[in-house]
């Protein structure tokens, strides 16, 4: 994959909650570059860091928790400590887990124009951009309805069209499908891949549904204690598979069963384990 530029920088980040927590650093020695129009998918354990590693690609860490920063993150070029919140919110959109803990206006149109406000655009781009945004995550022709008459899938898709409505370059979403049906988790992963190939939007997505990660991500980052472990195409990463289960993580299913046969004797896979089931059957062929 050819890659665009760094839009992306951490330089030895580390992050301390001023809050009491159970180890000292949230997020420890971070050095990781990610390219415009790059997929990447985080991965690790209750309290590994994704969260934390999130929240300074949108400034909320540091400018609005307290805590002890250290090293140098950049944005498309921008310190993010320095940057406007504005200029912020042009950059990088946020979806959290909980699509419910996202929503508090009476429609969808004005859930939209919320942020949107904030950011101070005119009537009439609202007007033009509510539809748009609607039309890209399948919700189109639903502005007046309350939002919290819509499905959990449609309620996440809505929180993705708010985040959309600010221009982002940069879309980071904090499991966005733990709170969603099946239907709906494919809905929204739908959309993120749809926004990365025809956008060319950069996706940062923790996610612990590693078959999906394994098939949509460029790149897969495993965290553990606040480090990064490993960084690499899901092939390379997922062929760490002895690792990842003693980090207490999975490996998509076929990956884990080419490593029990590999471990039989099998030698259909010295170059390494299949991550989809295409590839799969393809080695099998
Ligand atoms: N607001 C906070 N105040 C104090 N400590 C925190 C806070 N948020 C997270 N932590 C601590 O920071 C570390 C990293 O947590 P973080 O939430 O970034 O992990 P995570 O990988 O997102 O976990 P999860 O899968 O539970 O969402 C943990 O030790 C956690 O206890
Ligand atoms: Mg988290």
Same mark, same amino acid.
């Given at each position: 994959?050819?890659?665009g530029?760094?839009v992306?920088?951490?330089?030895?980040?580390?992050?301390?909650?001023?809050?009491?927590?159970?180890?000292?650093?949230?997020?420890?020695?971070?050095?990781?570059?990610i390219?415009e129009g790059e997929y990447v998918a985080?991965?690790?354990?209750?309290?590994?860091?994704?969260?934390?590693?999130?929240?300074?690609?949108?400034?909320?860490?540091?400018?609005?928790?307290?805590?002890?920063?250290?090293?140098?993150?950049?944005?498309?070029?921008?310190?993010?400590?320095? @940057?406007?919140?504005?200029?912020?919110?042009?950059l990088v959109g946020m979806v959290?887990?909980?699509?419910?803990?996202?929503?508090?206006?009476?429609?969808?149109?004005?859930?939209?124009?919320?942020?949107?406000?904030?950011?101070?655009?005119?009537?009439?781009?609202?007007?033009?951009i509510?539809?748009e945004v609607l039309e890209i995550v399948g919700l189109?022709?639903?502005?007046?309805?309350?939002?919290?008459?819509?499905?959990?899938?449609?309620?996440q898709r809505l929180s993705i069209a708010s985040a959309l409505a600010m221009r982002p370059k940069i879309l980071v979403m904090?499991?966005p499908t733990?709170?969603?049906?099946?239907?709906?988790?494919e809905e929204i992963f739908a959309v993120a891949a749809k926004l990365n190939k025809e956008e060319n939007m950069t996706i940062i997505m923790?996610e612990?549904?590693?078959?999906v990660?394994?098939a949509y991500a460029d790149?897969?980052?495993?965290?553990?204690?606040?480090?990064?472990?490993?960084?690499?195409?899901?092939?390379?990463?997922?062929?760490?598979?002895?690792?990842?289960?003693?980090?207490?993580?999975?490996?998509?299913?076929?990956?884990?069963?080419?490593?029990?046969?590999?471990?039989?004797?099998?030698?259909?896979?010295?170059?390494?384990?299949?991550?989809?089931?295409?590839? @799969?059957?393809?080695?099998?062929?």
């Open positions: 994959m050819a890659k530029k760094p992306i920088e951490f330089k030895d980040v580390s992050f301390a909650y001023a809050a009491a927590s159970d180890r000292p650093y949230a997020i420890e020695d971070i050095n990781l570059t390219y985080l991965l690790g354990l209750n309290g590994a860091g994704k969260t934390s590693l999130q929240l300074c690609i949108n400034g909320v860490i540091p400018n609005s928790i307290m805590g002890e920063f250290s090293g140098e993150f950049l944005v498309y070029g921008q310190d993010t400590e320095t @940057a406007s919140v504005r200029e912020l919110a042009k959290f887990d909980n699509p419910e803990f996202q929503l508090s206006q009476m429609s969808v149109a004005e859930e939209i124009a919320l942020g949107m406000e904030n950011l101070g655009f005119s009537f009439e781009e609202m007007n033009r509510i539809p189109s022709g639903l502005e007046e309805r309350s939002p919290f008459a819509l499905s959990g899938g449609q309620q904090d499991e733990s709170n969603v049906d099946p239907i709906g988790k923790a612990h549904e590693v078959e990660m394994a790149r897969v980052i495993v965290m553990d204690q606040g480090k990064i472990l490993l960084n690499g195409t899901p092939k390379e990463v997922f062929s760490e598979s002895d690792l990842i289960q003693k980090l207490g993580l999975r490996t998509p299913q076929v990956t884990e069963l080419a490593a029990k046969l590999h471990k039989k004797g099998s030698r259909k896979y010295s170059k390494g384990y299949p991550v989809t089931l295409d590839e @799969a059957a393809a080695s099998l062929r």
